[in-house]
């Protein structure tokens, strides 16, 4: 399954600037794959940091939420809330140009909490990795 911007726009509810997620290239069972374009136009550029632009490591773990998000939402799971965040991992700098692909996987399911693995990689290396978890709201 693939979803465009407005589409993920839709199942969010984030719109620009907090909107990061520009394409869903699979989604199945288990995972979602996401695509976040990365460009000189993001806002949090200008202060992050002048002369050396680096996107910060929350904005990529909040394009992992987005894409936890968009899963539940297609898998028919209540809307998550983040509710807890380990052994998250800043292993390359994410600059303008890059593309962001974020890899989640689901690790667990239960009643009231689902749980990820996730890394975030531009040109196959891995940027950023992290395990989530999601409260579920009913």
Same mark, same amino acid.
């Given at each position: ?15 620009? $600037? ?25 806002? @949090? @550029? ?6 050396? $632009?680096?996107? $910060? ?20 799971? $209540? ?36 749980? @990820? ?22």
């Amino acid at each position: 399954m693939e979803l465009n911007s407005v589409q993920i726009q839709a199942i969010t509810d984030y719109d620009t $600037p907090l909107s990061f997620l520009d394409k869903v290239i699979q989604l199945d069972e288990t995972q979602i794959q996401a695509i976040a374009n990365i460009t000189m136009g993001e806002g @949090f @550029f200008q202060g992050h940091f002048p002369g050396n $632009p680096v996107m $910060p490591g929350v904005l990529t773990i909040q394009s992992m939420v987005q894409a936890a998000e968009v899963y539940c939402h297609e898998q028919g799971i $209540p809307v998550p809330t983040l509710s807890q965040l380990k052994k998250a991992r800043f292993k390359k700098m994410i600059t303008p140009g890059n593309q962001l692909k974020i890899i989640l996987k689901q690790t667990n399911l239960e009643k009231n909490k689902i749980e @990820f693995s996730g890394e975030a990689l531009v040109n196959d290396e891995i940027a950023c990795s992290a395990n989530l978890s999601f409260l579920l709201n009913d």
